[in-house]
Each structure stands twice: as structure tokens, then as C-alpha cells.
């Protein structure tokens, strides 16, 4: 029987997925639309790279603005990684797990918007993505959805673990063929 990995390793994973995803993203991209209501690729991508140092900042008791990312500097797949592994680090010192199992979401479901927006083929980690709808579902409430994520919709039951993913955060997902 496999044993199913812990939240921190789980957390590595979505992070270094994240990062690959980001090496794809070109800035002819940025003024394309994203699959995130009101964002283009680019917006997504400043998020996305400002993310690990906001859950560091959130996770030592500091004030995060997520609605304001800072700009993307010339290489934000270089500076995600950089955030990522003080991210990581900050994890590891709160042996609790509740810092992993509450951000694995955020980098799973825009792993999803990078890939979708930008039409990438890299695989996405399904281990990830079934971690962060098992979380999400636990702890998502329609009245704590507001400013973070959607309503959710309804996706077609044949659909990958992803894509339910996505839909449960309020992303339309393509119908498979």
C-alpha cells in the first residue's frame, strides 16, 4: 500500500510545479487573458510570484495585501523559486502542518490558471490537486470564498482531478471530448 506523502513534501511539489509553469510563461503573454475573472496573464503571474513571500509574511502574524502585487522583475520564474524556498523553510519550522495544507491550494489551483491560460502540456501533479480539493472542500465556505475565489461551478464528473479543482474554485472548465 502507498502511503500518501505528507503536506510539506505535497507543498514542495506544487511549488516546484508552479515554478516550471511560470519558465513557460513568456511576456508576449502578459496582455492575454487568464483564466482568473478580471486578469490578464500577467496580473496572474505577479500574484502568483508575490504568493510565497505573502504566505511567509501571513504565516509570522505580518499584514498581507494580496490584491497588490509588487512588479515583475526580469526573471519571476527565478524570484518565485527564491520565495518559494523561504516559504518552504517557514513551513518546516511550524511542524504543525496547517501552514502546507493551507497553502498547497493557492499554487495548486493557479498551477491550473498558468497552464490553462498559457495552453501548456507539462502534466500537473495529481496528488497536489486531490491534497487541495480535499482542503478546499474541508474548509471552504461559500461566505469565506469572497475576494479569494468564485462560486463554485459545475464541472462534467468526467472532468480530471484538476478540473475539479478549478471549478470548485469558481474557474469555468472545458468539457472533455
Given at each position: ?16 510545479q508552479t515554478a516550471g509553469l511560470l519558465d513557460e510563461v513568456s511576456p508576449d503573454q502578459y496582455d492575454s487573458p487568464s483564466t482568473c ?29 494580496w490584491a497588490n502585487p509588487p512588479e515583475l522583475g526580469d526573471d519571476p520564474a527565478g524570484d518565485f523559486r527564491a520565495s518559494a524556498a ?92
Amino acid at each position: 500500500m502507498n502511503a500518501q506523502p505528507n503536506a510539506g513534501t505535497l507543498l514542495e511539489r506544487a511549488l516546484d510545479q508552479t515554478a516550471g509553469l511560470l519558465d513557460e510563461v513568456s511576456p508576449d503573454q502578459y496582455d492575454s487573458p487568464s483564466t482568473c475573472e478580471d486578469w490578464k496573464v500577467g496580473d496572474l503571474v505577479r500574484h502568483v510570484v508575490a504568493s510565497p513571500q505573502n504566505f511567509v509574511s501571513m504565516f509570522t502574524g505580518k499584514d498581507v495585501d494580496w490584491a497588490n502585487p509588487p512588479e515583475l522583475g526580469d526573471d519571476p520564474a527565478g524570484d518565485f523559486r527564491a520565495s518559494a524556498a523561504s516559504l518552504v523553510e517557514q513551513v518546516r519550522a511550524d511542524d504543525s502542518g496547517g501552514s502546507s495544507d493551507a497553502a498547497i491550494p493557492e499554487f495548486a489551483v493557479h498551477g491550473w490558471d498558468i497552464a490553462t491560460s498559457i495552453g501548456s502540456p507539462t502534466p500537473l501533479d495529481d496528488e497536489v490537486a486531490e491534497h487541495a480539493l480535499a482542503f478546499m472542500n474541508a474548509n471552504l465556505t461559500p461566505e469565506n470564498r469572497k475576494g479569494a475565489f468564485g462560486p463554485e461551478v459545475e464541472a462534467a464528473s468526467d472532468v480530471s482531478v484538476h478540473d475539479r479543482l478549478a471549478a470548485f474554485a469558481g474557474r469555468t472548465v472545458a468539457a472533455t471530448n
